[in-house]
């Protein structure tokens, strides 16, 4: 009962920056937490970032510093801006929902359809 929509990958430079954004709809009550995931060909899903409905972020290592997670609770929505893209971020982005706060994607029962974010050197 929760549908969530992604937008805004694309292909960027290395050095270049995209925004993605994500809207749930439907029961959001229980999308407490919202944040992303990324997955490569041949290897797991990964967390990258999540923000609970308070102020509380995470985010994996390799992102600190060039990633920023936010959201805008009015509007159920929640948005990745990354900068200083590399290679190695290119993936599919996924957006997840759930209650629980955690960099585990299994905690989580909604998620977006994907989108493709490629990084060329």
């Known amino acids: 009962q929760v549908q969530l929509v992604e937008s805004g990958g694309g292909l960027v430079q290395a050095g270049g920056s995209l925004r993605l954004s994500c809207v749930a709809s439907g029961r959001t009550f229980s999308t407490s937490v919202m944040g992303w995931f990324r997955q490569t060909p041949g290897k797991e899903r990964e967390f990258v970032s999540i923000?609970?409905?308070?102020?509380?972020?995470r985010y994996t290592d390799s992102v600190k510093g060039r990633f920023t997670i936010s959201r805008d609770n009015a509007r159920n929505t929640v948005y990745l801006q990354m900068n200083s893209l590399k290679p190695e971020d290119t993936a599919v982005y996924f957006c997840?929902?759930?209650?629980?706060?955690?960099?585990?994607?299994?905690?989580?029962?909604?998620w977006g359809q994907g989108t493709q974010v490629t990084v060329s050197s």
């Open positions: 923000t609970g409905s308070g102020s509380s972020t």
């Open positions: 997840a929902a759930g209650p629980l706060f955690s960099t585990n994607p299994d905690v989580y029962n909604y």
